[in-house]
Each structure stands twice: as structure tokens, then as C-alpha cells.
């Protein structure tokens, strides 16, 4: 039961996501460890494994953050199911790779939340949107290796 060791880490990331991470923004926006969270465990765990993770992690990430509720309890697994399908048809070892599926995920991820927002009635400008998704993206993708090495222990 060595995958169970992975829950814990999502919780000291999402902790961490909203402690320490809130006061290190850069241009309004910071790395968002649980969504590196969700494609750790789609790249490591069967898919019952990575859905509840990705389940887990998307509420948690719903319970820390203002705005609609439940919009990334839904899409956290959309994402880890993506991921897990997409890694079986691409080997997905090195960190580069493993950097450039994180930083599209997160485009997507934000792409999307930002489009649902939008579509609620939420006003947000054009420029501020494409900050947010373009800057979280890099910095979710630079720190997604030390996410891989750190979370390394409760998997191997």
C-alpha cells in the first residue's frame, strides 16, 4: 500500500500552495503544486489510483481557494485521466518532457477555468487572463522537477 504514502504529500503540497506560495507571487501568480500533483500521480499510479488522487487533490484545491466550488474537483481528474491515457501511448521519463506536460496542462487547466468564469459572468480582462495563464504555467513547469523528486519517496 506504497501509494497511499502519495496522500499526505498532496495535502503538505496544497498547505504549502496556500502558505508559503501565497507570499512568493510573481506577476499575481504562483506554481500550483497540486495540479503537478495530479500528473505525478497519473504518471506513477494505475488510473483508480490517479483518479482518486486527482479527486482528492481537485477538492482540497476547491476548499483552499475562493471561487466556484467544485470546478477543480471535476477537472482534476479530467486531467490525471488525460495524463495517464496520454503516458501509456508516450514514454513520459525525462524531466524536460515531464516539464512540457506540466506546463501544457496547466494552460489548459487555467484556459479552461478562466473560460467557465467568463461564461458565469465573471469580468476579467483580456490582459490579466493571459498573464495568468501564461506566468502560472512557467512557474508550475520550473518547479515541477522538485515536485517529481520530492514526492519520489511515496512511490518508490
Known amino acids: 500500500m506504497k501509494k497511499w504514502n502519495f496522500l499526505p504529500i498532496i495535502l503538505v503540497l496544497g498547505l504549502l500552495q496556500v502558505t508559503i506560495l501565497d ?75 515531464r516539464m512540457g506536460l506540466v506546463f501544457i496542462l496547466t494552460v489548459l487547466h487555467n484556459a479552461v477555468m478562466g473560460v467557465l468564469l467568463i461564461s458565469q459572468g465573471e469580468m476579467i480582462s483580456f490582459g490579466i487572463f493571459l498573464r495568468i495563464v501564461v506566468v502560472q504555467a512557467i512557474l508550475t513547469a520550473l518547479v515541477s522537477p522538485l515536485v517529481f523528486k520530492l514526492s519520489k519517496p511515496a512511490y518508490s
Do not use: C, H, M, Q
Not at 507570499?23 to 506513477?44: E, G, H, K
Not at 477538492?59 to 501509456?88: C, E, I
Open 23 to 97: 507570499y512568493l507571487r510573481f506577476f499575481y501568480a504562483r506554481p500550483d503544486l497540486l495540479l503537478i500533483s495530479v500528473a505525478v500521480a497519473a504518471l506513477v499510479f494505475d488510473l483508480r489510483s490517479s483518479l482518486i488522487f486527482g479527486l482528492f487533490a481537485g477538492l482540497l484545491k476547491d476548499v483552499f481557494s475562493p471561487g466556484v466550488f467544485g470546478l477543480n474537483t471535476v477537472l482534476f481528474p479530467l486531467w490525471g485521466y488525460l495524463v495517464f491515457r496520454l503516458s501509456r501511448l508516450i514514454p513520459i521519463e525525462e524531466d524536460i518532457l
